[in-house]
């Protein structure tokens, strides 16, 4: 049972708050999930987490506030049975760290919208890649977009994901490279928490 569901107030706050480093908005096509929702998911994972609503259209002529409007999914639940299908597939997705209280189903208006919340990955779980290819398909979150991690940060992702981080020889990306006692001395910091949308648009965490 979730702690805390999602109504349509809660989608309305983060439709006027825009896409941010937390917080991503797509629309389904022809019933299907959105090609690019595998780059958010990569990229929140690998970063502070975050929330993808699917359903919202995006209009960048108009000011942030009124830029996102509700047009619904069709089918919300087998959308939402291809997510989980497709997050276990590892010829797509390396790893799942959904559960399914992490996704819920909000009627606004008479249109279905789609809740995801991404948790941050725990560092032994990083990082998370999709289609198979751990150097092309591994994303970060910067800003309001998904971006490519670069072969110097997916080394250090990997290295911090192994308690063995004195010598590790990291391959299969199209280089090696040897990571040595000078990274050793990184801080690891603990997953840190996304927004609240319940306290308003920038408490703790997001339930």
């Known amino acids: 049972m979730n702690e805390y569901l999602i109504t349509s ?38 970063t ?10 995006e209009d960048k002529t108009k000011p942030v506030s009124e830029r996102f409007e509700v047009v619904g999914v069709k089918d919300a639940n087998k959308l939402i049975t291809d997510l989980f299908n497709i ?24 249109k279905d919208v789609i809740y995801i919340r991404v948790p941050e990955a725990y560092y032994r779980q990083k990082p998370i890649y999709i289609n198979n290819d751990l150097q092309n398909g591994t994303y970060k979150r910067l800003h309001e977009g998904d971006r490519h991690v670069g072969p110097e940060e997916l080394a250090m992702l990997i290295r ?37 949308i319940r306290t308003k648009i920038y408490p703790t965490r997001i339930l």
């Open 9 to 46: 107030d809660d989608v309305k706050k983060l439709l006027l708050q825009g896409e941010s480093l937390t917080l991503e908005m797509k629309k389904c096509k022809k019933n299907t999930l959105p090609d690019n929702l595998w780059e958010s998911y990569s990229a929140f994972a690998n």
């Open 160 to 196: 911090d994901s192994s308690d063995n981080v004195d010598s590790q020889i990291i391959e299969g990306y199209g280089m090696t490279m040897s990571i040595r006692k000078r990274c050793v001395n990184t801080v690891r910091l603990s997953p840190i928490e996304i927004p609240d």
């Open 87 to 110: 997050l276990n597939n590892p010829q797509k997705v390396n790893r799942c760290v959904l559960y399914d209280s992490d996704v819920q189903l909000v009627e606004m208006d008479g």
């Open 48 to 57: 502070r987490g975050g929330v993808i609503l699917l359903g919202v259209e």
